[in-house]
């Protein structure tokens, strides 16, 4: 599935795309899993010279090197992400960005056990190839073109191998302290429940799985129809759709995953649209509370449901904290400086609301510009607001920008700013200088 479908998603991501950047069966039993590691041959940097020089000679696609690891074919690029090149190596160093984020700051890697549990064609494992010095990384994928390709040109860095589609994982019991899953279990439409239960298996009982799943966002892009969180529950369309083109498509309501995947592993936290402001991601731990009104809801990226004739976006960098269930959304102190754009196809904007926790805000300062969105030749309306926040608590609060054209159309943007301490801001100044 492309993350990127649809003007706002494409233009989210090349935003962010520019802050980040400066055949053989591999299956193997259980009782053999401990001795198998994968690694590319010794013969490796002169067969990829045979490569180049063979696809300079037949007009193939040559090999091409990006932080030292060779970039897949084009083919299995597009199978998983629907990008290629440059732009599959930074979606995935993006896709990856927010998976750390996910976790408390204070995560360490030095000696944990980690998986990727649907690698594909190591889209956001490569990027993981810091970490894997420190700590011992495994990936596996049911894709065997992807799996062996892994196998061949990351195996240094990764244990890989070939999973089947039945939930039989060769690891023993309590081995990994973290298992990711990218876009795995938004096309499992039968036998979720004994994948989950399995990844709990192998989780030790400190462990954290992250798992994204479909939701508010995507239905909406996807299916062009509003998403009703109360009706919605699991949804899965294309049942029969074979997994070569993707298998099903399933969508979740945030209640059916605290209601189920929670009832086999706890989720301690639903990141809101925090995959790249496409998929949601649950962040469940193996020994933690299962209660419902423990779970924390965070909304790092800006939301507004989905309308080709009337976007907009905020413009902020939801990368900024280290990790999101510190802090999230857009970081302030007394004052929150709004920057962002609408767009209507039915005319210019001529209004603009905004509120803090339900109440409205006037804007303290508030700059507005008109000038053409060269994407869509739309009249494009963009704007600065400075939002009072000195009589807010520190910690996360509901922003909300609403948008009024001209025939009378609104559109709105949920965000979340996150009001820290001058002192605090310091510290983590100072930590950061240090490099902790």
């Known amino acids: 599935m492309n993350f990127f479908t649809g003007t706002r998603l494409v233009e989210q991501f090349r935003t962010c795309k520019q802050r980040l950047l400066p055949e053989g069966t591999l299956r193997r039993r259980a009782y053999d899993w401990c001795r198998t590691r994968l690694r590319a041959s010794p013969r490796k940097a002169e067969m990829v010279a045979e490569q180049n020089n063979a696809s300079q000679n037949s007009g193939a696609q040559p090999v091409r090197f990006e932080n030292g690891l060779p970039l897949p074919p084009d083919d299995l690029c597009m199978r998983v992400g629907g990008t290629k090149s440059d732009e599959f190596v930074s979606q995935g160093r993006f896709l990856q960005a927010c998976l750390i984020r ?3 700051g204070d995560f360490s890697w030095s000696g944990k056990r980690v ?7 190591g889209r956001v494992l490569r990027h993981f190839a810091p970490q894997a010095a420190e700590a011992e990384f495994w990936a596996s994928d049911i894709h065997e073109p992807s799996i062996s390709w892994v196998a061949q040109n990351m195996g240094r860095s990764f244990r890989v191998f070939l999973n089947d ?3 039989k994982l060769p690891f023993p019991s309590n081995y990994f302290d973290l298992v990711y899953s990218v876009s795995v279990f938004t096309h499992i439409g039968r036998g979720w429940d004994r994948w989950l239960e399995e990844i709990k298996r192998i989780l030790t009982p400190q462990g954290q799985f ?11 892009w996807i299916m062009h129809k509003r998403f009703d969180e109360r009706s919605i529950g699991m949804e899965v369309h294309f049942k029969n759709r074979p997994w070569d083109l993707g298998g099903p498509q399933v969508f979740h309501s945030e209640w059916w995953v605290l209601e189920n995947w929670g009832n086999i592993l ?3 936290a639903i990141i809101r649209e925090g995959l790249v402001n496409w998929q949601s991601i ?3 731990q193996k020994a933690a509370s299962s209660r419902a009104d423990q779970v924390r809801f ?3 990226f800006p939301y507004s ?3 080709p004739d009337f976007s907009g976006n905020l413009d902020y960098d939801p990368l900024v904290p280290r990790s999101w269930l510190d802090e999230h959304g857009l970081l302030c102190e007394e004052e929150a400086e709004v920057r962002g754009w609408f767009s209507s196809a039915a005319g210019p904007v001529e209004d603009l609301l905004f509120s803090v926790d339900g109440s409205v805000v006037e804007p303290r300062v508030l700059e507005k510009n008109l000038g053409v969105f060269e994407q869509t030749a739309r009249i494009n309306f963009s704007f600065k607001a400075v939002l009072d926040l000195s009589a807010s608590s520190e910690g996360a609060h509901r922003g909300k920008v609403t948008a009024t054209d001209k025939p009378g159309n609104k559109h709105s943007i949920e965000f979340t700013i996150f009001r820290i301490s001058n002192f605090r801001r310091q510290i983590k100044d100072v930590l950061l200088l240090a490099g902790k």
């Open 115 to 121: 998986f990727d549990f649907g690698c594909g064609v």
């Open 165 to 167: 589609t039945q939930p």
């Open 305 to 307: 449901r989905a309308n």
């Open 210 to 220: 992250l798992c994204t799943f479909h939701s508010r966002v995507a239905y909406e």
């Open 282 to 284: 649950a962040v469940m």
């Open 266 to 268: 706890p989720v301690k």
């Open 298 to 300: 965070l909304q790092p």
């Open 102 to 104: 996910s976790l408390s």
